[in-house]
Structure formats: structure tokens, C-alpha cells
């Protein structure tokens, strides 16, 4: 499973996001200082970097480009609660993977590190399908089948997170021209496609049930 380097200077959210991850099976390390991540990253290798941006003495963007210049191909995600561009795009001319603006819901960090960085070689089946979400294929009856880039990630998405609820704001990040309507669209097109049911929760999102 992963290991994850989280660093966060506010203790009570560092705790309960290590303990959210934790849950969901990764490993966790944290810091709550800048030098504290060489220390850790000088004794052992990580999977992924959770980096908070405001933090003492030496601040996250200072940090991933410290680690980078050392030649650290790690990927990172900056949580913050910077919303300029310049910040962002700072961040991701640094080297950051991905970017959270705070406050965020722990579910959704989850989802991301799935979609994104997780590897996992175990073939997920739903009915007549089979998906294998590190390579992202998928087969309907022992044929593989080609989705769209959207209708891909929207799917990728919700097979990670079965018998979950997933914010349909999450799912519409997908869309080139994000809407409500649009996105039940691509789910009905996915519906047909795959002969799965994707069920509606009212006023919270969507979920594949995995009975």
C-alpha cells in the first residue's frame, strides 16, 4: 500500500487526516515543520507528498523545490488555503501533481489519490465487466471496451469508490463544460454502454453498487 508523507503545521487536522488515510489503508507519516520533511525523506522514499503551502520555517513551495533540485520524482499534492493564481500556478511550475484549496472534504483527497497515483493490479468485476484500474482497461463479456476520456475518468472514479457516494461536483470536474445536466448525460451513456446501474442520491452525488 502507499506511504504518504503529510505535512501540516495545525495538529488537530494533520491528526485527522492521518487517521482518514489510515483508514483507507495507506501509511502515513507527518510533519508539522519544513526541515521535519528532509529528515523524513533523507531516511526513507515515499509514494506521494501531501503538502501543506503556510507552514514554519521553511514553506511548502520552498520544500518541493528543494526536493526536486535533489532530483526527487515523488509526486506531490499542495493543500492550501491560497486561492490566487499566482500561487497556484506556482505550485504546479514547481512540480506539484495536483492542488487543493482548503477547507476540502477528506473524501475527496481520497478520490484523488486513487484516481491519480494508486496503483493496484487487482481486476475489479461488476457483473459482466472487468476493469483493471492501473492499466484502465476494461472488458464487457472477455471484450474490451473503449470509453471517452470523460466517460473513462467518470467511470475510473466511481468503480474506486463502490458502495460510496461520490459528490457530483467531483464528478464534474471531468467535464470540459461542467454542468448538472451534462454530467447525467455522460451517466446515462455510461449506463447504456455498460449495462451497470449508477445510482442517483438526491442532493449528494452518484454510487456504483458492487451487490
Known sequence: MMKILLLEDDKILCESLKEFLELEGYTVDVAHRGPEVFDLTFAQSYDLYILDVNVPEIDGFDILAALKDAGDVTPAIYITALTDINSISKGFEIGADDY?????????????IKRKYQKDDVVIHLKDLEYNPSTRVLQKSGQTIGLG??????????????????????????LEHPSANALRVNLAKLKNKLGIEIKNIRAQGYMIENL
Open 100 to 112: 487543493i484549496k482548503k477547507p476540502f472534504d477528506p473524501e475527496e483527497l481520497v478520490i484523488r
Open 149 to 174: 476520456e470523460v466517460q473513462q475518468n467518470i467511470f475510473h472514479t466511481l468503480i474506486m469508490e463502490q458502495n460510496k457516494i461520490v459528490d457530483s461536483f467531483i464528478l464534474m470536474e471531468f
